[in-house]
Nanobody, 118 residues
């Protein structure tokens, strides 16, 4: 079982920036594809970005110009740098870890609230 602990959420004005962090409790962190997802009130959870163990990234089209995902395998940590935030970015942001080895291992963090005021 892998535990994921997010931090860095909060209240920010439109146009501001935040950096989210997620620390994973596993000794094989580099074998996991890590991701950030978000869920706004009344909406389904949606992909923000993912990053493979060797650093290959994938972004939702609507966020690729403002958000940057990165990871530090030595610290078991994945980051999400969010710039030029908009009120519509308000959501709970969740960290995700996926590893496919015989079976699929899929873990979620508890989420961190990001609120962008206009």
């Amino acid at each position: 079982q892998v535990q994921l602990v997010e931090s860095g959420g909060g209240l920010v004005q439109a146009g501001g920036s935040l950096r989210l962090s997620c620390v994973a409790s596993t000794s094989i962190f580099s074998t996991y594809t890590m991701g950030w997802y978000r869920q706004a009130p009344g909406k389904e959870r949606e992909l923000v970005a993912t990053i493979t163990g060797n650093g290959r990234t994938n972004y939702a089209d609507s966020m690729k110009d403002r958000f940057t995902i990165s990871r530090d395998n030595a610290k078991n940590t994945v980051y999400l740098q969010m710039n030029s935030l908009k009120p519509e970015d308000t959501a709970v942001y969740y960290c995700n870890a996926v590893r496919v080895y015989t079976i699929t291992y899929n873990y979620w963090g508890q989420g961190t609230q990001v609120t962008v005021s206009s």
